[in-house]
């Protein structure tokens, strides 16, 4: 996706237009691998978190999973490539690589975008329809493995048509279209339509209605026994992935502006600060890699458990006998009593005054229950 700005000029080109002075070639280096090192390291911690513990491991968490792993290999794989061919307008690094420089992108967004969206469907069924049967692991993977084959149908172009190109002074990575007048301009098109906007419509009146129903009425199927403890963990987890949504959204909405502009507006590729406008465009869009772990850890007690367990060795971070029990089932048997009590944050803090847990055994198994089921 990163190089289709060098498609319509570049190769008429025979001098290198994009030098830019040092100092700001530092910067942007500054810039970029910020984001590569926080989109790595975060989205590795969520996938450990996730594979590592049992409890983590539902329907949503397995789409969360999909996305980490597609932003993790987006950002090992393309966020400093793209940036040292879009700062230096040289290609160096082979024509193999080049094909999956140009394939790559487009299909780790489809996998996001369409987890995302796989996340809002499964949400509106445990919300509106939370009677009818869930997905199952099988089913979940079944749809993560369809995601990927859809996103790899619909980049296969940029793989197939991708080549370098050597002039007197440099080497050019691009997709080398049939008609490279009209066919750049129209796949880009395509792509915004389904890796962006439908995707984004669909989401958008999902979690409407979810919202409405989450924070304007009653939720169907709910005992008012647990209604407001149900209640508070389905919009924990409905706020999280909107915020999750929306960040998307603004990271990669100038980016599909900036190419639709400059396809309708050729002559803008020419500007003297054309480079700077594509870089910025395309750091924004590349650090869409690197926020979702910061939103889990923000916003969800589980993952940031898990983070607290990673950063552990910081003299800053302390780990409460709560975050010890909340990525594990921590079950506690009664000698006088056949059932079994989970413990909750009520149950941790009246555990260091009262050994005596199973009095309160059954209400909080069944919170515990409700909140695993819905987090």
């Not at 049992?54 to 400093?80: H, P």
């Not at 971070?317 to 990525?327: A, G």
């Amino acid at each position: 996706m990163a190089s289709e700005r060098h498609e319509s000029n570049s190769t008429r080109n025979l001098t290198n237009q994009f030098v830019q002075p040092a100092w700001r070639i530092a910067l942007w280096s500054v810039a970029y691998s910020t984001v590569l090192a926080v989109a790595v390291f975060g989205n590795l911690i969520v996938i450990w978190i996730i594979l590592a513990h049992k409890r983590m491991r539902t329907v949503t968490n397995y789409f969360l999973l999909n996305l980490a792993f597609s932003d993790v290999s987006m950002a090992a794989f393309n966020t400093l490539i793209n940036f040292v061919y879009a700062a230096h307008g040289e290609w160096y690094f082979g024509e193999v690589y080049c094909r999956f420089h140009n394939f790559f992108p487009v299909t780790a967004v489809f996998a996001s975008i369409y987890s995302m969206t796989a996340i809002a469907i499964d949400r509106y069924m445990a919300i509106i329809h939370p009677l009818k049967p869930r997905l199952s692991a099988k089913a979940t993977t079944g749809v993560i493995v369809c995601i990927w084959s859809m996103a790899v149908v619909l980049a296969f172009p940029l793989c197939y048509f991708s080549t370098t190109k050597t002039l007197p002074r440099r080497t050019l990575c691009y997709v080398a279209w049939p008609r490279m007048a009209d066919d750049s301009f129209m796949y880009h098109i395509i792509v915004t339509v389904l890796v962006y906007v439908l995707p984004l419509v669909v989401m958008g009146i999902t979690y409407t209605i979810v919202g409405v129903t989450l924070w304007g009425g009653e939720i169907p199927g709910d005992s008012s026994d647990n209604y407001h403890g149900q209640l508070r963990a389905k919009r924990k987890v409905v706020k999280m992935m909107i915020i999750v949504v929306v960040t998307f959204a603004l990271c990669w909405l100038p980016y599909h502006v900036y190419f639709i502009v400059t396809g309708l507006n050729k002559p803008l590729n020419k500007w003297k600060y054309i480079q700077q406008v594509y870089l910025s465009v395309l750091w924004l869009a590349m650090s869409s890699t690197m926020y979702n772990p910061i939103i889990y850890c923000c916003l969800n007690s589980r993952f940031r458990a898990g983070f607290k367990r990673v950063f552990r060795w910081c003299p800053f971070v302390r780990i409460s006998s709560y975050d010890e029990l909340e990525l594990r089932n921590t079950r506690l048997r009664s000698g006088h009593q056949g059932s079994m009590c989970t413990l909750s944050r009520v149950d941790t803090s009246i555990l260091s005054k009262d050994k005596s847990m199973c009095s309160r055994g059954n209400r909080s198994r069944l919170s515990s229950e409700l909140n695993n089921k819905d987090d």
